[in-house]
């Protein structure tokens, strides 16, 4: 007797580009790196990129209010992000800078470095070759992802959350800091974002938004990668 066994061809999911924008603290890291963990994808966390070269320029001297110093320094740190989902990291002339980028010094001067065209012209350069090296695709979050530095990507997705959410969740995690004073900065750094003249913070015409104010981390999860199956469905 002979028993012919048929297995089906499995083929891997197409490789998808995601691009997951908004305001601070909507959930854009948390999000994209649990999504990409989960389907295989790269992640790349662009914040990370605008908050190294600050670091560098604050570390080297560089005004920071001054615009056209920024602009003729933006050329010089060499800098490298690391696109697994489970362990991002991020480097400045070849030195770890995960953990300096998250002081609060860097986080009050960021928008205005990032608002630098030149500053952006640059990272915008490299966030493009990192996510045409992707070969299984890539999550990629920021602020103009969908509008300006990806326009063509597979799914777009503008996470938003009231003020309030949003000062409560980072409050928590600096443990115990004064949630008035965290809403206060998180708004003035969108206002700073949103109203730069380059590619400032916005919500890309064809992006899908998703409000996360009375979402569970874990709902906001499911929610991006249903989106993602249903493109990767669709390839
Ligand atoms: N839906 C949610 N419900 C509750 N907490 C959440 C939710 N999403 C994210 N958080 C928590 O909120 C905090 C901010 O999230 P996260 O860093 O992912 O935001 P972000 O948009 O990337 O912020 P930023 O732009 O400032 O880097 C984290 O502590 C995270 O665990
Ligand atoms: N695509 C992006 C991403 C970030 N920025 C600037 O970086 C700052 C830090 O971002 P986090 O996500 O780490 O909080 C942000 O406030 C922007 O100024 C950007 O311009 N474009």
């Known amino acids: 007797m002979s028993v012919t066994v048929e297995t089906a061809a499995r083929t891997a ?9 908004g305001p601070s603290g909507t959930g854009k890291s948390s999000t994209s790196k649990a999504v990409a963990a989960k389907l295989g994808l790269s992640y790349l966390d662009t914040g990370a990129q605008y908050r190294a070269i600050t670091w560098w320029m604050l570390n080297n001297g560089i005004d920071v209010a001054d615009a056209a110093a ?4 933006s050329g010089k ?16 002339d070849g030195q770890d800078a995960s953990g300096p980028i998250r002081t609060q010094e860097v986080t ?29 695709g890539i999550v990629v979050e920021g602020r103009d992802i969908g509008t300006t530095v990806l326009p063509g990507a597979d799914l777009k997705v503008f996470l938003t959350a009231s003020a309030g959410a949003r000062a409560a969740r980072r409050s928590g995690e600096l443990k115990g800091a004064d949630v008035a ?15 730069r003249k380059t590619s400032p ?3 890309a015409d064809d992006a899908v938004e998703v409000d996360t104010t009375e979402l569970t981390l874990h709902q906001v999860i499911e929610c991006v990668v249903t989106l993602i199956e249903g493109k990767q469905a669709a390839k």
């Open 13 to 21: 999911p197409a490789a998808v580009i995601v691009a997951i924008d």
């Open 181 to 195: 004073a965290t809403r206060e900065a998180l708004i003035k750094r969108d206002a700073a974002d949103s109203s």
């Open 70 to 73: 920024v602009a003729n320094a």
């Open 108 to 136: 009050s001067r960021v928008s205005a470095v990032s608002a630098v065209p030149e500053v952006r012209a640059r990272i915008t350069e490299l966030q493009r070759t990192i996510a045409a090296g992707a070969e299984n």
């Open 201 to 203: 913070l916005a919500k």
């Open 77 to 92: 740190p060499s800098i490298e992000s690391g696109t697994d989902p489970s362990a991002p990291t991020i480097t400045v």
